[in-house]
T-cell receptor
Framework: KQEVTQIPAALSVPEGENLVLNCSFT??????LQWFRQDPGKGLTSLLL?????REQTSGRLNASLDKSSGRSTLYIAASQPGDSATYLC?????????????FGKGTKLSVIP | EAGVTQFPSHSVIEKGQTVTLRCDPI?????LYWYRRVMGKEIKFLLH????????ESGMPNNRFLAERTGGTYSTLKVQPAELEDSGVYFC?????????????FGSGTRLTVV
């Protein structure tokens, strides 16, 4: 059974700092991995999707890496801003026919202090 | 392009009552999913529709939950009768027909409180 762990559970940084959020998963047989952000009382916004054959994806100040063999992904946020404050969720999709379920971590709650 | 729409955004009901949640996926997205997050836990899968057919309902907690997707468009999730432990946020998501190559788009969720 796939388990996804996100460390740390919460993180507080001053504005402008670069930071890394971690995600680990127990079963390396994944199809892809997706990072989301969730603002309080809102839905999930997709940030980056990494296919299992890829090593990283970039979007603006965000960079996500994937090391499938070691069961790890990181989300790097450059030059953090107060608007980055949110909960960041990692989710993996298992490989195999008909496997559409996402398994989520509990998330990392990020606070960027002005 | 309109996103995934969920209605209502909040619902407070008494234990034993019935509640129906609705999800309108992105137009053209054959795949529709329901997930939920209960307090302090991670978001968990409930079920997956491909058009109007239930592809995978392995995450449905019990027979008090009934999901439908008539005509392969919007979906409803009915909880009858509701129990206290059903409280949480129910998310709907959709993905294109070749869903495995794409990520999911999630709705804003329905926050259900059973009192």
């Amino acid at each position: 059974k796939q388990e996804v762990t996100q460390i740390p559970a919460a993180l507080s940084v001053p504005e402008g700092e670069n930071l890394v959020l971690n995600c680990s998963f127990t079963d390396s047989a994944i199809y892809n991995l997706q990072w989301f952000r969730q603002d309080p009382g809102k839905g999930l916004t997709s940030l980056l999707l990494i296919q299992s054959s890829q090593r990283e994806q970039t979007s603006g100040r965000l960079n996500a890496s994937l090391d499938k063999s070691s069961g790890r992904s990181t989300l790097y946020i450059a030059a953090s801003q107060p608007g980055d404050s949110a909960t960041y969720l990692c989710a993996v999709r298992r490989s195999g026919a008909g496997s559409y379920q996402l398994t989520f971590g509990k998330g990392t709650k990020l606070s960027v202090i002005p | 392009e309109a996103g995934v729409t969920q209605f209502p955004s909040h619902s407070v009901i008494e234990k034993g009552q019935t509640v129906t949640l609705r999800c309108d996926p992105i137009s053209g997205h054959d795949n529709l999913y329901w997930y939920r997050r209960v307090m302090g836990k991670e978001i968990k899968f409930l079920l997956h529709f491909v058009k109007e057919s239930k592809q995978d309902e392995s995450g449905m907690p019990n027979n008090r939950f009934l999901a439908e997707r008539t005509g392969g468009t919007y979906s409803t999730l009915k909880v009858q009768p509701a129990e206290l432990e059903d409280s949480g946020v129910y998310f709907c998501a959709s993905s294109p027909p070749s869903g495995r190559h794409y990520g999911y788009t999630f709705g804003s969720g329905t926050r259900l409180t059973v009192v």
